[in-house]
């Protein structure tokens, strides 16, 4: 049995010194750090199951929480957990709260009134539908539309909030008189998450395919936080993980008759499996296209 003295809790001086702080997300939100346990060095212990602080050189436990990172082992990144506390749009939190794998306690607006902040778009905010991302937007409006899009928004955030109040002030239920709020009503919410499972948040959330606005909270807990946090195991997933590319096996059939210089083989092959019609990609054909783009390999030839 290992004495208790030998024991001894990882801290973070970086950390630390971020607890309690807000930091501002969006007009009105924020990411507050609450507690967190576990540090790099939790990941390496439990790694090695073993109560000491790794091994005497640093790059030996650098080269270990790699190596899990780049083999998909992820039991040693729960060893580590966050808690924080967030300000965030009610559209963003319908999003945020998919993730199962966390511990939640958010407000209610049944036992409390609802937080007298909505999130204003910008008149530089406003997105056209994307055409090729059935659930997310794609290029910007003009500035004139904009202004007037963020005028239509606060009438309707104004009049919803004054209706919400009229109703409360007349003993109407909060149950009943939330429903009139819009999406764009701030929420607060407790939010415990291990690391293994944060991570996986953030390579979903700060996507570039994901909402702008949820992707503005997962930069503010990546940049401000686990960075600082755990910033091998953060080295690690970016490399491995959230800016590496990766090639199905159709993928890479399709690469190496690329690499062969054979075009029509190609083109025939993207056709054969539905990811090339009338010279437009599939959206499996655009993403091998975005993954090709990232490695400095085009499609020339090919359509």
């Not at 208790?4 to 007009?27: T, W």
């Not at 009105?28 to 091994?55: E, H, K």
């Not at 899009?149 to 239920?173: I, K, P, W």
Request: charged share 30%; with cysteine; aromatic share 10%.
């Amino acid at each position: 049995m290992i004495p208790a003295a030998e024991i001894s809790r990882p801290s973070v001086p970086a950390l630390d010194a971020l607890l309690g702080v807000k930091l501002p997300v969006l007009d009105d939100g924020f990411v507050r750090l609450i507690d967190y346990m576990g540090a790099d060095s939790a990941i390496v212990q439990a790694a090695r199951v073993s109560y000491g602080a790794g091994t005497k050189r640093e790059s030996d436990d650098r080269g270990l929480i790699r190596y899990l990172m780049r083999h998909n082992h992820t039991s040693p990144f729960e060893m580590c957990e966050l808690k924080l506390h967030l300000r965030v749009p009610m559209d963003c939190w319908r999003q945020w709260i998919r993730h199962r794998t966390a511990s939640v306690n958010e407000i209610s607006t049944r036992y409390s009134v609802a937080i007298d902040s909505a999130s204003v778009t910008p008149a530089d905010g406003w997105r056209h539908q994307s055409e090729t991302n059935r659930q997310g937007g794609d290029e910007p409006f003009g500035v004139e539309d904009g202004e007037r899009f963020s005028r239509m928004e606060t009438t309707v955030q104004n009049e919803s909030r004054h209706v919400y109040s009229e109703l409360l002030d007349a003993g109407v239920a909060r149950e009943q008189a939330r429903k009139l709020l819009p999406l764009a009503t701030y929420t607060e919410a407790y939010w415990k998450i291990d690391l293994h499972n944060l991570l996986h948040f953030l390579s979903l959330r700060m996507d570039s395919r994901s909402q702008w606005e949820i992707r503005q909270y997962a930069r503010t807990i990546a940049d401000e936080i686990v960075a600082k946090w755990v910033p091998v195991t953060w080295e690690a997933f970016r490399d491995y993980r959230f800016e590496a590319v990766t090639f199905s096996a159709q993928e890479r059939e399709l690469l190496s008759l690329l690499f062969a210089g054979n075009a029509d083989a190609v083109r025939n092959r993207m056709s054969g499996l539905g990811w090339l019609k009338d010279d437009k990609l599939s959206r499996e054909g655009r993403e091998f296209e975005e993954k090709l783009e990232k490695i400095g390999i085009g499609f020339a030839g090919v359509r």
